[in-house]
């Protein structure tokens, strides 16, 4: 089992910038890929940046050059540098793990940490 837990979300005014945290604890590995997804209301969750054991990343175009993922596996933590924040980026930010173990694929979800950006 996988345990996610988000931090560091708040409210921010617009061109402010946040860190984000992901903290993950139980079966994990560092070759397990992560992710940082995002939920505006009345939207569908969309992806925002992920990152690969081997720390290759890809991101949203609507976030390059502002956002930038990184991982520390020593501490099984992930982390979202968010800069020049618009109104637009306003959103629950989840953290995402997926595992492979043989045959099975897996994604694990974290709770959630709310980001706010006023204009």
């Known amino acids: 089992q996988v345990q996610l837990v988000e931090s560091g979300g708040g409210l921010v005014q617009a061109g402010g910038s946040l860190r984000l945290s992901c903290a993950a604890s139980?079966?994990?590995?560092?070759?397990?890929?992560m992710g940082w997804y995002r939920q505006a209301p009345g939207k569908q969750r969309e992806l925002v940046a992920a990152?690969?054991?081997?720390?290759?990343?890809n991101y949203a175009d609507s976030v390059k050059g502002r956002f930038t993922i990184s991982r520390d596996n020593p501490k099984n933590t992930m982390y979202l540098q968010i800069n020049s924040l618009k109104p637009e980026d306003t959103a629950v930010y989840y953290c995402?793990?997926?595992?492979?173990?043989?045959?099975?694929?897996?994604?694990?979800w974290g709770k959630g940490t709310q980001v706010t950006v006023s204009s």
């Open positions: 995402s793990l997926s595992q492979r173990r043989g045959a099975v694929d897996t994604t694990y």
């Open positions: 990152i690969t054991s081997g720390g290759s990343t």
């Open positions: 139980g079966s994990i590995f560092s070759r397990d890929a």
